[in-house]
């Protein structure tokens, strides 16, 4: 284990030696940054090398400054205000980070962060495409229409009280099936129904790009040069008639719509991390399979040192992280409502994705294999073909 030397020589924060400006005195940069993929486990890594005595935490540990917030040099002091000041970082070896998921499919992100803070450590995780695409239909999508149901119901404890004041929990529980089967379990878009959508959209959109890489995932799911990734969901049902000939309403609208519309593209890698290799320098890009993170299948020991791998990227001294990973052991996971018993959900919720939608998937990864990379991702990390 040779860690690597300090981003910007050890000296993250601005000194009077090395400020190129006033403004900037005192504050300091991230000397890593966590770009994603989201739903890969981004929280739980953030959270392991905290442990590291040597790593001090960020305000928030996920800004989206430079994909959302960047608007010019002038903006980049109010960013480093998140992070430990000089007093508190010091130019000992301490360092600070933050993990962003929206960063990895944001090319503007990757050219900003290589001017603003050269050096800097990216760490990429990269998960199973298909599993991280389900993970974010069922987060993005379900979890966040099932928020809305709870948050009219049992999250607000006024109207839990209330309620139980005068029916009582029996009476309170059945308010809250009734409320949630309002929303008929056939108003949902089916996950395959997103997914073949997607498939027909991204190949249109890479269709005569070549090998383009930059600003793909811009053009194609942020709407640049008129491409409009809403068309997509034009092919899926918006009604449905019952058997009675009621009509059914969909419900598409969540507050993750974008995330949604890109489930499957946000798992293209390849394309997303050449673009952050050419603005920062190779050796500073470090991918990570999330199956490496997975204390339930490799234990404790195998993770921690597999973080300690990262910190020793970063540039930290050796660091028994088997502790750490034992007790976080593993964040945002899964969500579960907790009301499958009384309603259906748990079929949108369960765990693995059909073989048959699986395999539909990987053909479409390793057709478009230049923007996926998927021979190169699935053998790194062992991701079945079947
Ligand atoms: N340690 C570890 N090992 C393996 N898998 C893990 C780990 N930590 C989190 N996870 C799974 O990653 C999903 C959450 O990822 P993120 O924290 O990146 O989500 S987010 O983008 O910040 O919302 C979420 O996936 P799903 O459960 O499939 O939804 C987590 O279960």
Redo the contacts with the bound molecule.
């Keep these: 284990r040779t860690p690597l030397s300090l981003p910007y020589d050890g000296r993250p924060c601005y000194e009077p030696a090395n400020t190129p400006s006033a403004e900037l005195l005192g504050l300091c940069r991230p000397s890593f940054l966590i770009i994603?993929?989201?739903?890969?486990?981004?929280?739980?890594?953030y959270s392991y090398l905290q442990r590291h005595p040597m790593v001090l935490p960020a305000r928030s540990k996920?800004t989206h400054f430079w994909r959302y917030d960047y608007s010019g040099p002038g903006s980049v002091p109010g960013y480093y205000g998140n992070f430990p000041n000089a007093t508190q970082l010091g130019s000992g070896g301490r360092v600070t980070g933050e993990?962003s998921?929206g960063y990895l499919p944001s090319s503007e992100s990757a050219s900003r962060t290589g001017e603003h803070l050269k050096g800097v450590r990216i760490i990429v995780?990269v998960?199973d495409p298909v599993?991280r695409a389900?993970?974010s239909y069922?987060?993005n999508y379900v979890n966040a229409i099932l928020g809305d149901v709870r948050a009219r119901g049992v999250r607000s404890r006024r109207r839990r009280r209330e309620r139980e004041a005068k029916v009582g929990i029996d009476g309170h529980m059945e308010a809250i099936n009734a409320e949630l089967e309002e929303v008929d379990k056939r108003r949902l878009v089916t996950f395959e129904e997103f997914v073949d959508a997607e498939m027909d959209y991204i190949r249109k959109c890479m269709q005569g790009r070549g090998g383009e890489r930059e600003g793909v995932m811009e053009r194609c799911f942020e709407g640049r040069d008129g491409e409009d990734p809403s068309e997509q969901w034009k092919s899926i049902p918006k009604t449905l008639v019952d058997e009675r000939g009621v009509r059914i309403d969909r419900i598409f609208d969540t507050n993750g719509n974008h995330l949604v519309r890109s489930m499957l593209a946000r798992g293209m890698y390849s394309s997303q991390v050449d673009v952050w290799r050419r603005h920062h320098r190779e050796e500073n890009v470090h991918v990570m399979c999330?199956?490496d993170?997975?204390?339930?299948?490799m234990g404790a020991d195998i993770?921690g040192e597999k973080i300690d791998e990262v910190a020793a990227f970063i540039g930290l001294e050796k660091f028994d992280f088997e502790p750490a990973?034992g007790a976080i052991?593993?964040?945002?996971?899964?969500?579960k409502p907790g009301y499958e018993r009384a309603t259906a959900w748990d079929e949108y919720w369960k765990?693995d994705v059909d073989p048959n939608l699986r395999a539909k998937i990987v053909s479409f990864f390793k057709e478009l294999e230049v923007w996926t990379g998927w021979n190169e991702y699935s053998a790194l990390c062992g991701w079945s073909a079947a």
Aim: glycine share 14%; charged share 20%; aromatic share 6%.
């Design positions: 994603g993929a989201g739903k890969s486990g981004t929280s739980s890594l996920q993990a998921p995780l998960r599993e389900y993970s069922k987060y999330t199956s993170l997975d204390v339930r299948e993770v990973v052991g593993v964040l945002n996971h899964g969500s765990d």
